[in-house]
């Protein structure tokens, strides 16, 4: 069904259910974690013939409005496929492509070069990486209030074009992304520049991440593209950023509750069926009360979850839908890591085996749990927003 299609509720849940049962389906055969292991530590660190597969799905224009060639779904669709690759480790950069630099596409306009590039981004022949963060954390990338602040990268003005210098750190996907959104500073305020990969001036170096994908860190040194590739800039660049990196937080959401979903069924299935004295170690009260304890982290995120895709594809905006990916990301992380952590004591020694397919989920859940803020970081970003909040009140109330 298009966005054009006049839809009941009814009728979306249905759908999804259906998406749900075909991803899930689809996944389950072509992406087994098997498949993640033989995969793990060999750039580009995912399968480009899977990305393919993935593109002829439809997958990778899911979000993208019809006008460039995608199906102009919502987010709670998107979550359904992001969630059938995540519970089988599937190590494809589907949000850092699609929804993070998809997203980031379509927020610099419909016209000109950004929807040429978002139309072939949604049929899969080009995988953007978005090239945002400076500082270890990328908590330097946000102001005292929480919102996206100058990045130290400039972008200037010369005779020959837009000469881009600075350095961007923790560039996902490091490896098999051909082209990067570039965010740096501008005359004119904040500034989206379509950088290709291979331009004269800039250096890629990949740097290996626990899960066995890659990362890279990004050397812009007098690097000169086009006018034309300044996607867009001032008021516009920094809305559609904060837009499609609050979006980028919550399906990172997603594909954490995924994991945590996998890693503690398996806990369950080992608690069942592992033997001691007799007994399934499962009949233990003692490892009951810690099963439940993760099964109430797992509902929690659920519900963040669930909330947080109801509003974003009811158009929440601003502060709202900041603070609501704040939270989401906070929550999600810190359920994760507490299911993997609890999963592999319950495991007992064949849970830190790089043998057992738990390691792949643990591995999965750090670098995600890291991506773009970690649970701490969130937690700060959603108090300086509130602390926003809360004085702009104060003020109206007067």
Known sequence: MTAS????????????????????SFVGRESPPSRSRALRGKAPGFDLRFWAALAQQGWTGLLAPESVGGYGQGFAEMAEVVSALAEQAAPEPLTPVTVFAGRLLAGCGDQGMAAGLLEQTASGQLLPAVAWQEDPTGSASFDSQGHPSEPAAVCARSASGLRLNGRKLHVRPGAGANAYIVTASSSEGLALVWLPAEAVGSKRLLQGLADGTFAARLDLDN?????????????????????????????????LLAGGRRMLAMTLDYLRTRKQFGRPIGSYQALQHRAVDLFIQQELSSAVLAHALTELDRGIAGTERAQLAARVKARCSEAALTIAREAVQMHGAIGVTDEHDLGLYLQRTLVLSAWLGNAAQQRRRFAALSRRDAAGAKDSAR
């Open 5 to 24: 299609t006049v839809a009941t509720p009814a009728d979306r849940l249905e759908e999804r259910a259906l998406l749900r049962a075909s991803a899930t």
């Open 223 to 255: 690097v000169v593209v086009p006018d034309s590739h300044l996607l867009a800039s001032g008021d516009r660049a920094r809305a559609a950023f904060a837009a499609a990196h609050d979006e980028a937080l919550i399906m990172t959401g997603v594909e």
